[in-house]
Antibody, heavy 119, light 106 residues
Framework: EVQLVESGGGLVQPGGSLRLSCAAS????????MNWVRQAPGKGLEWISY????????YYADSVKGRFIISRDNARNSLYLQMNSLRAEDTAMYYC????????????WGRGTLVNVSS | EVVMTQSPASLSVSPGGRATLSCRAG??????LAWYQQKPGQAPRLLIY???TRATGMPARFRGSGSGTEFTLTISSLHSEDSAVYYC????????FGQGTKLEIK
């Protein structure tokens, strides 16, 4: 089955760190660039980070630049998001999503992992 | 960032009816526009890409149209399971999402 499965979310205090993982299966992971998209409770979708298939190009939204680090391990078919200096406004469901390369629409999404930044 | 504005914010339509959702881009995005459906408690799902191409498995009653700055998602023969929030997303200038339209079928 073709799927993405996120993990690693949870409750963390402001200023803390968390590392999210996304396990890919059922497709050739190295053929795709990957993204993290988040959704605050009751809010819309916000793209936050992107990496090409071999991590040659990486982008971040301004809201997370300098605090979050995207990475991937193609041998493990996994995508990661290291989140540092977390703030209350980072509270959200975090989705990993596959894009179509030259066209950045997101054709596959995981079910998400919830991050709650609170004291 | 290209600002995407969706309207209306919400709408309610009867089963069997038709819903028309609009999405406006702050600048031309050509036909580099996608639509997603998000049901409560679920991840978004790709419906339409390239403004009018249905994603694999999406029924023909979901129709996307438009180009430039004005786009429309039309859903006909509405079913109760079409109740969801629908988002547009441009990918001409990196990527950005609209704020969503909540569709209720009742």
């Amino acid at each position: 089955e073709v799927q993405l499965v996120e993990s690693g979310g949870g409750l963390v205090q402001p200023g803390g760190s968390l590392r999210l993982s996304c396990a890919a299966s059922g497709f050739s992971f190295t053929n795709y660039s990957m993204n993290w998209v988040r959704q605050a409770p009751g809010k819309g979708l916000e793209w936050i980070s992107y990496t090409t298939s071999w991590s040659k190009t990486i982008y971040y939204a301004d809201s997370v630049k300098g605090r979050f680090i995207i990475s991937r391990d193609n041998a493990r078919n996994s995508l990661y998001l290291q989140m540092n200096s977390l703030r209350a406004e980072d509270t959200a469901m975090y989705y990993c999503a596959r894009d179509m390369g030259s066209d950045l629409y997101l054709d596959m999404w995981g079910r998400g992992t919830l991050v709650n930044v609170s004291s | 960032e290209v600002v995407m504005t969706q309207s209306p914010a919400s709408l309610s339509v009867s089963p069997g009816g038709r819903a028309t959702l609009s999405c406006r881009a702050g600048q031309s995005v050509g036909t580099n526009l996608a639509w997603y459906q998000q049901k409560p408690g679920q991840a978004p799902r790709l419906l339409i890409y390239d403004a009018s191409t249905r994603a694999t498995g999406m029924p023909a009653r979901f129709r996307g149209s438009g180009s430039g700055t004005e786009f429309t998602l039309t859903i006909s023969s509405l079913h109760s399971e079409d109740s969801a929030v629908y988002y547009c997303q441009q990918y001409d200038h990196w990527l950005s999402f609209g704020q969503g339209t909540k569709l209720e079928i009742k």
